[in-house]
């Protein structure tokens, strides 16, 4: 599939999420075969105040391409002014986030409060689309609130804006991450646009993946939560989707290797005194669904050094795990946005 000018490897997205898909992650899920990987959110008024952790969020020098760029905002000339600025600093796709449910971002009159506002979030988008050469992408949910499901008229007013392509999370704003997602609505608006579509919503498994696909007919599956402490799911899902294969999961051996190269990366990018704390909740979810994670956890929260996390690691590697599975609820998932 294609977004504008770029033939993507796979139709399999990584999902915009705050405080997690930073570099390091990225760098990962592209490694396993990841279609498209976009930064975390960053606010346009941040950004062209010229904040500095949103031109650290836009560091891109890690990243295979092509790579999106995930604005917010709902100001149209701001968020023209940030997609140009995201656009000389190395950005191939801007994406406009119209679908994060967080209230300290609605209140900004950005992310799923537009949803409220058809009319500006085109005008968002005609604004950056008009700014920028690079193709432009939106993420949207189905709507506000059950009595205010506009996700049809949502999408078509925003293919008229010349965006090149759209994702989907297959529930409201009112909703956030519960009850299941609906993905009859993502598969309504499939058939309403002539744009690439995104769905998003409970893909825990490339099982998932591959029966939403097929019941949808969309073109690509977003992963979020999903891959929270197990990004072989993006490896499993490219493989599904693009080959039939079904590649069986992680030994708990293996599991702890994927940690620790995370890790490693995390260090090195962020440096031995910032890297260790960001890398907390990491290990934690990387290291659920087995009987002695109780007892790791304590020790995961203290982590202050590199010398720390190795100890971690180590004494997780010597502990049998019994019957290993990453199905099990995370404990903590992030306070910002995400899909699911």
């Not at 990225?26 to 904040?51: D, N, P, Q, W, Y």
């Not at 801007?94 to 679908?99: A, K, V």
């Not at 925003?158 to 299941?180: C, F, K, M, N």
């Amino acid at each position: 599939m294609k977004i504008g000018p770029y033939s993507l490897l796979s139709p399999v997205y990584v999902a915009p999420m705050a405080g997690v898909t930073d570099a390091p992650f990225r760098k990962i899920a592209r490694e396993f075969g990841a279609g498209l990987a976009c930064t975390e959110m960053i606010s346009s008024e941040a950004l062209v105040r010229g904040h500095p952790e949103s031109f650290r969020l836009m560091d891109l020098r890690w990243d295979r391409r092509p790579v999106s760029v995930q604005l917010m905002g709902g100001d149209p000339g701001v968020m023209a002014q940030a997609a140009r600025m995201a656009a000389a600093a190395g950005a191939d796709i801007i994406d406009i986030n119209m679908g994060c449910p967080v209230p300290k971002v609605v209140k900004t009159s950005g992310g799923s409060s537009l949803l409220r506002d058809p009319d500006r979030a085109c005008r968002v988008a005609e604004a950056v689309v008009g700014a920028v050469s690079v193709p432009v992408t939106v993420k949207i949910r189905l709507g506000w609130d059950f009595a205010t499901r506009n996700y049809l008229e949502m999408a078509t007013g925003l293919e008229a804006t010349g965006i090149q392509g759209l994702a989907v999370h297959g529930r409201t704003r009112s909703q956030r991450y519960d009850p299941s997602a609906d993905w009859l609505a993502i598969a309504e608006v499939k058939a309403a646009v002539k744009i690439p579509v995104a769905g998003s919503g409970d893909l825990r498994t490339a099982d998932d993946a591959e029966r939403r696909r097929l019941e949808s007919g969309v073109d690509a599956v977003m992963l979020g939560r999903g891959i929270l402490g197990n990004l072989w799911l993006v490896r499993q899902t490219v493989a599904r989707l693009t080959t039939g294969e079904s590649i069986p999961p992680l030994s708990w051996t293996e599991q702890i290797a994927l940690v620790r190269r995370h890790c490693d990366l995390v260090l090195d990018y962020y440096g031995a005194e910032r890297g260790p704390r960001l890398l907390r909740k990491f290990i934690a979810w990387g290291l659920r669904g087995f009987r002695g994670a109780a007892r790791l956890r304590t020790m995961v929260q203290s982590v202050s050094s590199p010398a720390d996390v190795t100890v971690v690691l180590d004494q997780a590697l010597a502990i049998d795990p019994g019957p290993f599975s990453l199905d099990a609820e995370i404990d903590e998932a992030p306070a910002s946005c995400q899909a699911a």
